[in-house]
């Protein structure tokens, strides 16, 4: 499956968030101030079902759409396109920039904590 764009992945939030949905459905659960039209709507869908990322079914006179790939397979993915893209495909650069820039919870600190002893007790 090709990559889906950010302006496609609005879309699937919408749809992984409800579904089926038909075009008018998506475009009202889009934010309003981002200023959504119908037509782009449409046109993001068509891109979709092209890249197998939904389908459609008929229903009268309209479409309802249905995503066929999960958000976690699509999280996967991009996660790890991130990760290859920015970071050489390295984990622990990617850690050190977001520590860098975000206040790390007491929480997420405590959950890399666990991660690495999993690895280390797998290794």
Request: proline share 4%; hydrophobic share 40%; glycine share 8%.
């Amino acid at each position: 499956m090709s990559s889906i764009s950010d302006a496609e992945s609005q879309i699937m939030q919408a749809l992984w968030g409800r579904h089926p949905l038909s075009a008018e459905d998506i475009l009202a659960a889009l934010p309003a101030q981002d200023g959504w039209q119908l037509g782009t709507v449409k046109t993001l869908l068509n891109r979709l079902l092209n890249k197998g990322a939904v389908k459609a079914e008929r229903e009268g006179r309209r479409y309802l759409y249905e995503p066929l790939i999960e958000r976690a397979q699509w999280e996967g993915k991009e996660s790890l396109g991130l990760v290859d893209r920015v970071f050489g495909g390295r984990l622990s650069p990617l850690v050190a920039h977001f520590s860098a820039h975000r206040k790390l919870s007491p929480e997420d600190a405590e959950a890399l904590r666990q991660l690495l002893k999993e690895h280390d007790d797998e290794h």
